[in-house]
Every structure is written in structure tokens, then in C-alpha cells.
């Protein structure tokens, strides 16, 4: 198989493994949003702590309970870069739903993935979230920003 024609193939199948990610997330279901990432993850998220190490179902678990319904996102700019057994992807993606205490949730946030390529399947290894905060001396997270 050509290089390009190669390349094309994992495209293809890191794309559609970060489909069915998102798929399971949307739909609150551990065990399978968490059978796309690596055993040894990293993650930097939206909420503290500061890092996750490893996989956290229960951590998950707890999160999805505070939602009432899907997880609803789209994703905007997304970039992705495949290179052999490693991949990186990035993009701005937005959160949309109802929380249990009936709070409408409607955040763009960025989000940034490094993925490996182990025993044939694509796993995220590394997932970062961010959103910008106010450049005035506040601090305060800016949550009302569009792409």
C-alpha cells in the first residue's frame, strides 16, 4: 500500500474512532468512552483536579450523573495530523445540555488529543480542555465565547 494511500486508511480510522468516542459520550456510556483511551492517559480537563492519570470511571460515572439526557457537541476548525503510531488532533468543540438541577449548558471550549496506535487500535493517551479567562487581572473564565 502506497504512503498516502496508507495515511489516508488511519485518517480514516482515528476519525471514525473519535466518532464512536463522542457517540458514547453523548450517550453517558463508561465503558465504552472509556475503552478509547489508553490504560496510561493523561488528562487535563475542564474541571479539577489540575491532571487525571490513568482512566477514572468512577470520576466519569460521577460526571455524567449531573446530566439530565444526552451530552450534546459539535465540533468547529478541527484539525488532525497522523504520523505512523501516533496522531494529534485538535478543534474547538461545544457542550450542549441539561444538567439535573435543570442549569442549560452551552459551552464552546478548546480541545486538543494525542492518540496512539496500539495492538492495531487508535486510543486517546492525552486529552487537554481549556477555555481562555479574562486577561484583566479578574481571572474569570470566559464561558460565553463563540467560535
Do not use: C
Not at 474541571?47 to 444526552?70: C, H, I, R, S
Request: a negative charge; aromatic letters at 8%.
Amino acid at each position: 500500500m502506497s504512503n498516502e494511500k496508507n495515511a489516508n486508511v488511519e485518517e480514516e480510522a482515528v476519525i471514525a474512532m473519535l466518532m464512536m468516542r463522542a457517540k458514547a459520550l453523548g450517550e453517558k456510556n463508561t465503558g465504552d468512552a472509556l475503552s478509547y483511551e489508553a490504560e496510561d492517559s493523561v488528562e487535563f480537563s475542564l474541571a479539577p483536579p489540575l491532571v487525571y492519570n490513568g482512566k477514572d470511571e468512577a470520576g466519569l460515572q460521577a460526571w455524567f450523573d449531573t446530566w439530565e439526557g444526552p451530552i450534546g457537541g459539535e465540533v468547529r476548525d478541527a484539525k488532525l495530523t497522523v504520523g505512523g503510531d501516533v496522531a494529534f488532533w485538535s478543534g474547538l468543540t461545544r457542550m450542549t445540555g441539561t444538567k439535573t438541577d435543570g442549569t442549560e449548558v452551552d459551552l464552546w471550549f478548546r480541545q486538543t488529543l494525542g492518540l496512539v496506535k496500539r495492538d492495531g487500535r487508535w486510543l486517546v493517551a492525552h486529552q487537554h480542555a481549556s477555555v481562555p479567562f479574562a486577561m484583566d487581572g479578574s481571572g474569570r473564565a470566559l464561558l460565553d465565547l463563540k467560535p
